[in-house]
């Protein structure tokens, strides 16, 4: 890549500070949501699937919907 760029004459970029994944996360976690299906079975012995979303900065769960099959309307 480095010979490309020369060859057309472009610079590289100027060398940017690391940033390391734990403070990438302290940095971005008011925006951070993790979304998940969870399968769980009733005490009928039902299978529900629940989709969550955590919001890291505040550690909550937000149940967002509960269905039988995850297809079903």
Not at 14 to 34: C, K
Not at 42 to 58: C, D, F
Request: proline content about 5%.
């Amino acid at each position: 890549m480095r010979e490309i760029l020369k060859t057309d004459g472009i610079d590289p970029a100027p060398h940017q500070a690391i940033t390391t994944w734990a403070a990438f996360l302290r940095s971005q976690g008011e925006a951070i949501l993790a979304m998940d299906f969870i399968e769980t079975i009733t005490l009928t012995g039902q299978r529900q699937y629940i989709l969550a979303a955590i919001h890291h900065a505040g550690r909550r769960v937000h149940v967002l919907g509960i269905t039988a099959p995850p297809t079903h309307a």
